[in-house]
């Protein structure tokens, strides 16, 4: 059992939580127990009571109370399988010393969750290429959705990336497929969101409900939320091919906006259901025949300020191979589009 303790924050280790600052340096700690420790003012910051979730700054220091000591190594973890290897190797569209960009596939979660055991950020140990740390995620696409996913390769570039995204400083464009064809072609959805009741403690059933912009401040739990959104191809009235720009970053932020316009993206039984049919309040998430019952939602582009050059990149992420089927079936072609719609020099 050790003694009270006075660490100070390294410049290495800064604008990281608090709890996630202690269990990297004292990792016989559970969760639970450093949430226990905040609570009755064992742990301290600069002699302060703080919160598990406070970040921490360089130079602040650290009270830590007695703890157990260190158990016994355990076992090496179960290794990468050498399939699961070369699946998220060969996701790789950009490396450089400092950032790694991957095609995520869709079905992949990019973190470990409820019953979620094979994610990208279990196998980011197969993604060092030489370094002495694995890559970290700096935002996340949900499971069902493919396309860019941004890392960083050490912890100051993975500080300054998830201050860019804070700051909304990156720029993303998702592709999908929807049902119908949006009206006006163009335009900017801003119905708050807020989680609906009832779901499993771990997230795993988690939804937004869509709330009318007019509601959100009076709504509990309600959040704004915006998106952009531009129709690049409409097929006969019956499914469009649209571009979209999440302005914020909520759960589900996309599905949920399209649903509630009445065109849900096609495969997202979660929010636009099995039909294939317009029954008056909007079409269901299917199209039927041939089209792929996955979800057609992909991340095709995202730019952002490289952390350590200052240079803008753009990054680009081919469909997957879902998509590309239904892509090829409706003669829709990248080549025919804008890289970005949205910019009116491009336009």
């Known amino acids: 059992m050790s003694g009270v303790q006075l660490i100070e924050v390294g410049a290495d280790e800064a604008d990281q939580r608090l709890d996630r600052w202690f269990r990297r340096r004292f990792p016989q700690v559970s969760q639970g127990r450093i949430e226990k420790m905040c609570r009755k003012g064992e742990i301290r910051l600069d002699g302060g009571r703080v919160k598990p979730a406070a970040r921490v700054v360089s130079g602040q220091m650290v009270r830590v109370p007695p703890l157990p000591d260190a158990p016994a190594p355990k076992p090496d973890a179960p290794k990468i399988s050498e399939a699961d290897r070369e699946l998220i190797q060969s996701a790789v569209i950009y490396k450089d010393d400092h950032v790694l960009a991957l095609n995520k596939p869709p079905g992949l979660p990019s973190q470990g969750g409820s ?4 994610h990208v950020d279990g196998l980011a140990e197969a993604l060092r290429f030489g370094l002495d740390e694995k890559p970290r995620l700096v935002h996340r696409l949900d499971k069902d959705t493919s396309g860019v996913l941004l890392m960083a390769r050490t912890r100051a570039v993975a500080s300054a990336l998830t201050t860019a995204f804070r700051a909304r400083e990156t720029r993303k464009i998702y592709w999908a497929a929807v049902a119908g064809a949006p009206s006006p072609s163009m335009g900017t959805i801003r119905f708050g969101l807020v989680k609906a009741p009832g779901h499993g403690k771990g997230g ?15 709504t509990p739990g309600a959040k704004h939320a915006t998106t952009d959104y531009a129709v690049l191809s409409a097929l006969a009235g019956r499914t469009s091919w649209v571009a979209l720009v999440p302005v914020t970053g909520r ?10 316009l009445g065109h849900p993206i096609i495969g997202d039984g979660k929010y636009g259901g099995s039909g294939q049919e317009n029954l008056g309040d909007g079409w269901g998430a299917q199209l039927g025949g041939e089209i792929s019952r996955k979800l057609h939602l992909h991340a095709r582009s995202l730019s952002f300020d490289h952390p350590v050059t200052g240079r803008r990149l753009t990054l680009t992420a081919k469909l997957p191979e879902h998509m590309a089927r239904t892509w090829a079936m409706f003669d829709w072609n990248e080549a025919d589009v804008p890289a970005d719609p949205f910019d009116e020099e491009a336009s």
């Open 204 to 218: 795993e059933g988690e939804k937004m409900n869509a709330v009318h912009p007019k509601l959100v401040d009076e």
């Open 251 to 260: 759960t589900h932020q996309l599905r949920a906006h399209m649903a509630a």
């Open 115 to 118: 019953k979620q055991t094979r």
